[in-house]
């Protein structure tokens, strides 16, 4: 071997080690895509939420008994009543719409706290029929509610109702149940957890939960405000054709007909709104299909439900990021106003 | 006998590479250094090999979990979403086949063989591809080598003749011109006395074993062709060659080594190191040298072009034993232009595929169609893809389309590195980057540009022609052995 051909022999030889070498550090680099993927894209975190939750389910907090205690003397007495809690997203922050999403921890902690406090869950159809004079709701009720049909709600909420042994409405989109994605639950998806027994499914309007551009320039909610050069009447046929679409969809695919219906944004036409007589027509469509209808206007006045209050303009109370004492007091607040 | 590559399983041979690799070959550098004991390296390699396999299994697993972001958008984005489960389908199927392939062990087959190689200005590499197949590990009696000078402008043919000089099993042919690489192959077949006719490349080296394992497929009467495993010989050099050092092991050893379990389908039998049988391919060649496309003369993709002749009536098998090193582009310019030329042929060839592809396996069958299909539709799917959720200010999508993406790639170069220590599996991820960035778009630009036949990687254009006896010269040493006068 001459020494020409010793040195290219060796320089190859130390070109190959340092390619060995990259190509054992490029190995666990090769992971950084995926972990930027599940950390920082919406969907990238819906996939981790659901993977972690099929491996480890949420689960309920372990109250001690002095916390049990405590939950049991916060607890407000009522009969023949209604506290409507009003959730969306449950999760560690995947939020389309910003906002209106709270940690499993702290969903685990409410329910805990609200069972511990002897609350009794009831769904949207047994307030309906309760308020329709049929069975009376049990004493100490709340009606623990989602808006849109999100699939991490249902991910995270569905074991930690089973634990508590407690049951749940979800209002659903329709139109985004049927053309799904990630955001939201399919129709399959909803069917599987409609038929545990623990969910109630209602309506959420198909296709007008959204805000739409109206002549003078505003984005008002679809449901609650006129399209340019649109009629009253063009309205009354826009939200008729859409209940009804909604209505059938749960029919055709849960099996039920849905007596319970949520406005979108919590917009029932009082305000955000182009027309005054918005109101009234979307209260006579509403009330030509739905038993009980839900918003959730001013928050600080939130009272208990009862069968003598409009039963198409029911308010609920938007749940925050509450410990579950903070809850209770808020729900003893509406008991005694 | 049992060819004890094969005894020993896929896993001995490649990890030898690293003991070589890291025990210096260089004598007088080897007292200082001591190499690691060989217990370790083969420890390091078995815990890295297991590190691989499981990093897939995480991958399949990602897939099997995003399954349902695929399912969903089949009704909002069907012809994309049905591009997208076809293609992991196609992806993972291969794979799953693949995984079933088991070269032909060393049945004692040992027929005569002409080895043929055709040569165009290829006066630096010439030799070593002479001299890899006169020093083949098989009975010299049984082996002759034709070497064709194609009218080259430079040394070739005085190398050739200083090469028959030195040997005189060496058949060296001066074709007086420059009739096109077709030409010349077809020369070779002419003069070849082999029962089997083996091509070499002028920029390939064969193994010293590769002969004898590229022969014994033919012991199925069945195969009418049998195609070598390639390796880049200059993988080393920069990223460009090591990338298509990645391409070209899961070219080989994953679609032709499906399309071979698959009754012996490979659609493309390289020519880098082939070898037909002589019986086969004789009545198939008046056709095959004057091929003419859209009136043009098909002067690249023989090939394909001959395999895709012998497939309509036989086996063509890949034999992953039989292993051969070709010399590959190093410049991007030169790769995207021999990309185009590939492209080109395998869509002049891909019309006759289409026609009697049906009769093969159905499984075989299907891959191909999906295999034609896809390459149409590549193009529109990644611009919409890309383009149109960058255009509709929608990224969710975008992100799902490049981490499947990124899988898919990762899947690939993974396999690399399960079965190569070499540390060059991440140029894979560079060729599929690559691919879905310019190589998808050059089916189209192929279909317009079909009738410029210029090599571009040779510079050499002729129209098709007789070759002009006159005008060749021959040298044949008297010492030649005739293969036909050999007793079978």
């Known amino acids: 071997m001459t020494r020409g051909s010793a040195d290219a022999e060796s320089i190859l030889q130390r070109r190959r080690l340092r390619q060995l070498i990259i190509g054992l550090v490029a190995l666990p680099l090769s992971v950084l895509p995926f972990v930027a993927y599940a950390t920082g894209t919406p969907e990238g975190r819906l996939v981790t939420e659901r993977v972690t939750v099929a491996l480890r389910p949420p689960t309920l907090p372990v109250l001690s008994s002095g916390q049990i205690a405590a939950a049991r003397a916060a607890a407000p007495s009522y009969k023949n009543a209604v506290m409507l809690l009003a959730y969306h997203g449950i999760g560690s922050g995947s939020d389309a719409e910003g906002g209106f999403v709270i940690s499993p921890a702290r969903f685990g902690e409410q329910l805990a706290t609200l069972k511990a406090a002897g609350m009794h869950a009831v769904t949207a159809t047994q307030v309906a029929t309760a308020f329709d004079g049929g069975k009376p709701l049990p004493p100490k009720a709340v009606m623990i509610s989602f808006d849109d049909g999100r699939t991490d709600a249902l991910l995270y909420a569905d074991p930690m109702l089973a634990e508590a042994g407690m049951r749940a409405t979800m209002f659903v989109i329709t139109g985004a149940a049927s053309n799904p994605g990630i955001y939201y639950a399919s129709w399959p998806d909803l069917v599987k957890y409609a038929s545990s027994g623990r969910w109630d499914i209602e309506s959420h309007t198909a296709t007008l939960h959204h805000e739409q551009k109206v002549a003078d320039g505003r984005s008002l909610p679809a449901l609650t405000s006129l399209l340019p050069g649109e009629t009253l009447q063009e309205y009354r046929m826009r939200v008729r054709t859409d209940l009804a679409d909604a209505s059938a969809a749960i029919k055709a695919h849960v099996g039920t007909s849905p007596v319970a219906f949520a406005y979108p944004f919590g917009a029932y036409g009082a305000e955000r709104t182009n027309d005054p007589a918005i109101r009234g027509i979307l209260r006579q469509e509403v009330g030509n299909l739905y038993s009980v209808a839900f918003h959730q206007d001013d928050q600080t006045t939130i009272p208990l439900a009862r069968a003598n209050q409009d039963h198409l303009g029911l308010r609920r109370l938007e749940i925050g990021n509450w410990s579950g004492m903070d809850l209770l007091a808020q729900i003893r607040a509406s008991a005694h106003r | ?488």
């Open chain 2, 1 to 488: 006998m049992i060819d004890p590559r094969t005894a020993s399983g896929d896993l001995a041979s490649p990890w030898k590479g690293l003991t070589e690799l890291l025990s210096p070959t260089d004598i007088a550098a080897s007292s200082s250094r001591r190499s690691p004991p060989r217990w370790l390296i083969a420890l390091l390699s078995i815990v890295l090999k297991v590190l691989i396999a499981l990093y897939a299994i995480a991958i399949f697993g990602f897939i099997w979990v995003t399954k349902d972001l695929t399912f969903a958008s089949l009704t909002r984005d069907p012809l994309f979403a049905a591009y997208s489960i076809a293609v992991v389908f196609y992806v993972l199927g291969r794979f799953a086949i693949a995984a079933f392939y088991r070269p032909v062990p060393d049945l004692g087959h040992r027929p005569t063989v002409s080895i043929i190689i055709p040569a165009f200005n290829e006066e630096e590499g010439i030799i070593g591809t002479i001299q890899s197949c006169l020093h083949v590990d098989y009975p010299s009696e049984l082996v002759e080598v034709i070497a064709i000078n194609d009218g080259s402008t430079d040394g070739t043919w005085q190398a050739m003749t200083r090469a028959y000089e030195d040997s005189s099993r060496l058949h060296a042919i001066d074709l007086g011109r420059n009739y096109g690489k077709r030409g010349a192959m077809a020369e070779g077949i002419r003069r070849a006395t082999g029962e089997i006719l083996c091509f070499v490349d002028s920029d390939s080296y064969l193994k010293p074993d590769a002969l004898t394992a590229i022969v014994q497929p033919f012991t199925d009467p069945r195969v009418g062709a049998v195609v070598g495993h390639a390796e880049v010989h200059n993988r080393m050099a920069n990223w460009i060659t090591k990338m298509q050092q990645v391409r070209y092991y899961s070219a080989f050893r994953v679609i032709k080594a499906t399309e071979s379990v698959l009754s012996g389908t490979v659609t493309c039998a390289s020519g880098c190191c082939a070898a037909y049988r002589r019986d086969v391919i004789m009545p198939l060649l008046p056709g095959w040298e004057f091929q003419t496309f859209l009136g043009r003369p098909a002067t690249f993709g023989d090939d394909r072009s001959i395999t895709n002749r012998i497939l309509a009536n036989h086996r063509v098998v890949y034999q992953s034993t039989s292993e051969a090193e070709t010399v590959a582009p190093t410049t991007l310019t030169v790769f995207l232009r021999q990309q185009l030329r590939w492209k080109k042929s395998w869509l002049r060839e891909s019309l006759y595929v289409l026609r009697y592809f049906w009769r093969k396996n159905p499984l075989a069958a299907l891959f191909t169609y999906a295999s034609i299909a896809f390459p149409f539709m590549a193009p529109f799917v990644v611009l919409h893809a890309v383009g149109g959720r960058i255009v509709a200010g929608s990224f969710s999508g975008l992100w799902f389309y490049l981490i499947g993406t990124y899988s898919m790639a990762l899947l690939y170069s993974l396999f690399y590195a399960f079965k190569r220590p070499d540390g060059m599996w991440y140029h894979g991820m560079t060729f599929v980057a690559i691919y879905m960035s310019v190589l998808v778009f050059q089916t189209y630009w192929g279909i317009f540009t079909m009738r410029d036949t210029r090599w571009g990687t040779r510079a050499s254009t002729v129209e098709h022609a007789h070759i002009d006896q006159e005008m060749v010269t021959d040298l044949r040493s008297t010492a030649a052995l005739d293969l036909l006068a050999v007793p079978a």
